[in-house]
Nanobody, 124 residues
Framework: EVQLVESGGGLVQAGGSLRLSCAASGFTFDDYAIGWFRQAPGKGREGVVCFSKKDDITTYADSVKGRFTISSDNPKNTVYLQMNSLKPEDTAVYYC?????????????????WGQGTQVTVSS
């Protein structure tokens, strides 16, 4: 059974940093693409980054490029999202998602598996 569990969210001041974790089970990153998404109140789920180890593809949304970095720890089967220079507009619930067929940065509806989300709040 595929499971994803996010952690690491919290409250941080603008300009600060947070590292989110996505612990995966039931699959390996060799076979599945990982996406990080976020959803602010009243808005749709927005793609942040798509990572495919198999295809050596990492694509960031323009809004986070240069500030966010995705990495993976294969022995721990965990993906991390390092978020630096945070802005109030980064405030959202952050989700990780996985899918065995995705190859490109795409919409949330294309992903089959989701975690429960973790809240990130950036104060001004």
């Amino acid at each position: 059974e595929v499971q994803l569990v996010e952690s690491g969210g919290g409250l941080v001041q603008a300009g600060g940093s947070l590292r989110l974790s996505c612990a995966a089970s039931g699959f390996t990153f060799d076979d599945y693409a990982i996406g990080w998404f976020r959803q602010a109140p009243g808005k749709g789920r927005e793609g942040v980054v798509c990572f495919s180890k198999k295809d050596d593809i990492t694509t960031y949304a323009d809004s986070v490029k240069g500030r966010f970095t995705i990495s993976s720890d294969n022995p721990k089967n965990t993906v991390y999202l390092q978020m630096n220079s945070l802005k109030p507009e980064d405030t959202a619930v952050y989700y990780c998602a996985a899918d065995p067929t995705i190859r490109v940065f795409t919409t949330a509806g294309e992903y089959d598996y989701w975690g429960q989300g973790t809240q990130v709040t950036v104060s001004s």
